[in-house]
C-alpha cells in the first residue's frame, strides 16, 4: 500500500533508485524537498536537466566536458605525447589533485567484466586505440582500480598496443603512504616487495 | 577550483545540500544521472517540481496530503474523538504499519527547541488546540520521541489542554519487545520499572 500522497510516493521511488540510497534514506532526503521552498524544487530540478543535457564528452579523451573537447585536451600547457587511462570520469580528478601528472587522459567509462557482461565494444577502448594510431603518442600508463577488472582491462588493453611500439607501463603497486605496515595485505607487501627500488 | 563541467558541478552541489549527503556521494549520485537517459532526467526533475506543488498538509490533522483533508481525516471508518500527536509526517507511517491504532493525528512538523530557536509559533500546536476546543475529542495521546526536546514538547502542549478537561496521555517507556535486558540502558529500565504492569 503506498502510505503517502501520491506524489511524494513518486519523489521517494526516484530517490531511492539512486545507488546507495534506501528506502529510510530516500524519504528523508524526499521530506527535507517538500520542507524547501518551490524556488529550490525547481532549481533542483533545473540543475538535473542542464547537467543531462549539457554534459558531453569529450572527443577526444572521452571525459565529461560542456564543449566539443575538455579543458585538459585544449590546454597548451599539457605534455600531449603521454595519455593516462582511467575507468571514470572521477579518477581523472584524483590525478588533477595530485598536480604531479602534466599529461593528457583517456577515460574507458568502465572496466571490461565478463561477469556483468562488459566487453570491449562497451568501453572507450577502440577510441583510445585510434589516438595512439594517429601517432604522436610516446606513452600510455595504465591507471585502473587494482583489482581483478582493472587488471584484466589494462592486460587487454596493453596487449592491443603492442603494434605500435610506445612505452605501455602502469601504475606502481605498494604500500600507501602515511599508511602502516602492520595493516597492509599480503598481496600489498608482495608486491611492495617486488617494486622494491634502490636508496 | 571546479573541476567538473560547470553544469555537472551544479548538480554535485545540488546533492550535497540533501541531508546526509557527503561530497563524494553527491558526485556518485550525479554521475548516476549522467548514466542514465534524457527521459530519466526529466523524469526525476518531474518528480521533484510535482511532488512539491502538490503535496500540500491536511487543513485538519497537518500530515501531508494532495487534497484539503488527508485520507484518515476523511474515512468514516476511524474513531473520530481520539488524537495522536506527532511531530513528523513519517510517524504516521510508524503507527499505520503497526494498524493498531485507528484515531486521528495531528503532526507538529517539529518539536520545541530553543536551542535551534523552534518557539510554540513554529510548530501546529494552535491548530492542535483549535482542534481540541471544537470539541467531540475525548483524548490526546502524546507521542513525540522519547528525548528531552520531545518530553518538553508533551509536557508544553499537555498544559494547554488542562483547560478542557480530556484525557491526555503519552506513551509508555520499556523494554522495546524482541531486545534483552542486557542492552537496554539504565533510563530505560527505571521507567520500565516505574511503569510495571500487573499480570
Redesign the interface.
Known amino acids: 500500500m503506498s502510505?503517502?500522497?501520491?506524489?511524494?510516493e513518486?519523489?521517494i521511488?526516484?530517490f531511492s533508485a539512486?545507488?546507495?540510497?534506501g528506502k529510510k534514506?530516500a524519504?528523508?532526503?524526499?521530506?527535507?524537498?517538500?520542507s524547501?521552498s518551490?524556488e529550490?524544487?525547481?532549481?533542483?530540478?533545473?540543475?538535473?536537466?542542464?547537467?543531462?543535457?549539457?554534459?558531453q564528452t569529450c572527443k577526444s579523451c572521452m571525459n565529461?566536458?560542456?564543449g566539443e573537447y575538455c579543458r585538459i585536451c585544449t590546454s597548451d600547457k599539457r605534455d600531449k605525447s603521454t595519455i593516462c587511462v582511467v575507468s571514470?570520469?572521477?579518477d581523472v580528478?584524483s590525478f588533477?589533485r595530485g598536480r604531479e601528472y602534466n599529461g593528457l587522459y583517456h577515460v574507458l567509462h568502465g572496466t571490461l567484466s565478463p561477469m556483468s557482461n562488459i566487453g570491449p565494444d562497451d568501453i572507450k577502448i577502440s577510441e583510445l586505440i585510434s589516438r595512439v594510431a594517429n601517432g604522436s603518442i610516446d606513452e600510455v600508463i595504465m591507471a585502473m582500480n587494482p583489482d581483478t577488472e582493472g587488471e584484466a582491462t589494462a592486460m587487454y588493453i596493453s596487449r592491443l598496443l603492442k603494434p605500435f611500439e610506445i612505452k605501455v607501463s602502469r601504475l606502481a603497486y605498494g604500500i600507501p603512504v602515511g599508511s602502516n605496515l602492520e595493516f597492509a595485505d599480503d598481496a600489498t607487501l608482495t608486491r611492495a616487495l617486488e617494486g622494491r627500488t634502490e636508496m
Chains 1, 2 share one sequence.
Open positions: 502510505f503517502f500522497p501520491s506524489s511524494l513518486n519523489l521511488e526516484k539512486l545507488p546507495g540510497i534514506s524519504q528523508r532526503l524526499a521530506f527535507y524537498v517538500l524547501q518551490e529550490y524544487a525547481a532549481s533542483f530540478a533545473k540543475a538535473i536537466i542542464d547537467a543531462k543535457l549539457n554534459v565529461l566536458t560542456e571514470e570520469p572521477r580528478l588533477e
